[in-house]
C-alpha cells in the first residue's frame, strides 16, 4: 500500500505548489497593477488640476514625449464650421455626436477641437442656430493623445462618406476635412467646461473612466490560493481510514 501511496502523494504535492505558484503569482500582478493605476489616476488628477498651458508649450512635450493627454492649454483660432466631423457618442444617458471641428491657427496649421455634444436629431447646424463660432476665438481645453488605430475589434468601422465616426481617427477626419496631415497637429483638443448651460455644443464631454477592481482581483487570487492549501491539508492530514484486518 506505501508504495503505491507515495507516488500519489507525491503527485498532490507538485499539482498543490503548482496551483498555489500560479495563484499567487496571478495574485502578485493584479497588486502590481493596483500600484500602475493608482499612479496612473493621480497623474490625470493632477494634469487636469493644473494651470493651462500654452499650446505651444504642450506641442512641444508632445514632441519630447508623444504624451499630452489631459493637459489644460490655452489657444485661439478660427473655426473652419463647413467641415465639422461628427463622433457618435452619449453623453448624460442621450445619444448623439461630439462636435470635431477643424482650428485654423494663426500659422495656418489646423487642430482638430472637438467642441463637445449635440443630441442625434440636431446634428445638421441649421437646426442649432448660432451654435457655429466665426472668427478668431480664444479657448481652453484638454489636449487628447491620438489613437494608434482601432480601440477594439468590435468597435464599426468609420463611415468618412456619411461623416460618421466610430472611433478618433485623427488623420482620418482631417481628410475629410480636406486638411493636409503635414498642417495638422498631432493631437487633439477637447473643448473645456462652460458655463453658458443650455448652449450647443455642450463643452466638458472628456469622461476619464478607470476602472480600478485590482485590489479585489487580487484578495480573489490569494483567498483561491489560501483555499487550495486548506484543501491540500485537509487530504494530507486527514486520518487514514481503518482497514479490517486478514
Given at each position: 500500500?506505501?508504495?503505491?501511496?507515495?507516488?500519489?502523494?507525491?503527485?498532490?504535492?507538485?499539482?498543490?505548489?503548482?496551483?498555489?505558484?500560479?495563484?499567487?503569482?496571478?495574485?502578485?500582478?493584479?497588486?502590481?497593477?493596483?500600484?500602475?493605476?493608482?499612479?496612473?489616476?493621480?497623474?490625470?488628477?493632477?494634469?487636469?488640476?493644473?494651470?493651462?498651458?500654452?499650446?505651444?508649450?504642450?506641442?512641444?512635450?508632445?514632441?519630447?514625449?508623444?504624451?499630452?493627454?489631459y493637459?489644460?492649454?490655452?489657444?485661439?483660432?478660427t473655426?473652419?464650421?463647413?467641415s465639422e466631423?461628427?463622433?457618435?457618442?452619449?453623453?448624460?444617458?442621450?445619444?448623439?455626436?461630439?462636435?470635431?471641428?477643424?482650428?485654423?491657427?494663426?500659422?495656418?496649421?489646423?487642430?482638430?477641437?472637438?467642441?463637445?455634444?449635440?443630441?442625434?436629431?440636431?446634428?445638421?447646424?441649421?437646426?442649432?442656430?448660432?451654435?457655429?463660432?466665426?472668427?478668431?476665438?480664444?479657448?481652453?481645453?484638454?489636449?487628447?493623445?491620438?489613437?494608434?488605430?482601432?480601440?477594439?475589434?468590435?468597435?464599426?468601422?468609420?463611415?468618412?462618406?456619411?461623416?460618421?465616426?466610430?472611433?478618433?481617427?485623427?488623420?482620418?477626419?482631417?481628410?475629410?476635412?480636406?486638411?493636409?496631415?503635414?498642417?495638422l497637429?498631432?493631437?487633439?483638443?477637447?473643448?473645456?467646461?462652460?458655463?453658458?448651460?443650455?448652449?450647443?455644443?455642450?463643452?466638458?464631454?472628456?469622461?476619464?473612466?478607470?476602472?480600478?477592481?485590482?485590489?479585489?482581483?487580487?484578495?480573489?487570487?490569494?483567498?483561491?490560493a489560501?483555499?487550495?492549501?486548506?484543501v491540500?491539508?485537509?487530504?494530507?492530514?486527514?486520518?487514514?481510514?481503518?482497514?479490517?484486518?486478514?
Amino acid at each position: 500500500m506505501s508504495a503505491q501511496a507515495n507516488p500519489t502523494r507525491r503527485g498532490l504535492h507538485l499539482a498543490t505548489l503548482i496551483g498555489l505558484a500560479i495563484l499567487l503569482a496571478l495574485g502578485t500582478w493584479q497588486v502590481q497593477r493596483l500600484a500602475w493605476k493608482d499612479a496612473l489616476i493621480s497623474s490625470i488628477e493632477s494634469r487636469m488640476a493644473a494651470a493651462p498651458d500654452t499650446l505651444d508649450a504642450v506641442e512641444q512635450r508632445f514632441t519630447e514625449t508623444g504624451d499630452v493627454d489631459y493637459y489644460p492649454v490655452t489657444l485661439t483660432g478660427t473655426f473652419q464650421n463647413q467641415s465639422e466631423q461628427y463622433f457618435l457618442s452619449t453623453f448624460g444617458g442621450q445619444s448623439g455626436w461630439n462636435v470635431y471641428a477643424p482650428l485654423q491657427l494663426a500659422d495656418g496649421r489646423f487642430l482638430m477641437f472637438n467642441r463637445g455634444f449635440v443630441p442625434y436629431d440636431l446634428r445638421d447646424p441649421a437646426k442649432r442656430p448660432g451654435s457655429q463660432l466665426s472668427g478668431a476665438v480664444n479657448l481652453t481645453g484638454l489636449a487628447r493623445n491620438p489613437l494608434a488605430g482601432k480601440p477594439s475589434s468590435i468597435t464599426p468601422e468609420n463611415d468618412p462618406k456619411s461623416n460618421i465616426w466610430y472611433w478618433k481617427d485623427l488623420s482620418g477626419m482631417a481628410v475629410n476635412a480636406a486638411i493636409a496631415p503635414d498642417n495638422l497637429l498631432p493631437f487633439f483638443v477637447d473643448a473645456w467646461p462652460t458655463s453658458k448651460a443650455g448652449t450647443l455644443p455642450i463643452a466638458g464631454t472628456t469622461l476619464v473612466i478607470l476602472p480600478n477592481n485590482h485590489l479585489q482581483y487580487a484578495m480573489t487570487w490569494y483567498g483561491l490560493a489560501a483555499a487550495l492549501i486548506g484543501v491540500w491539508g485537509v487530504l494530507v492530514f486527514r486520518k487514514k481510514p481503518m482497514t479490517a484486518s486478514a
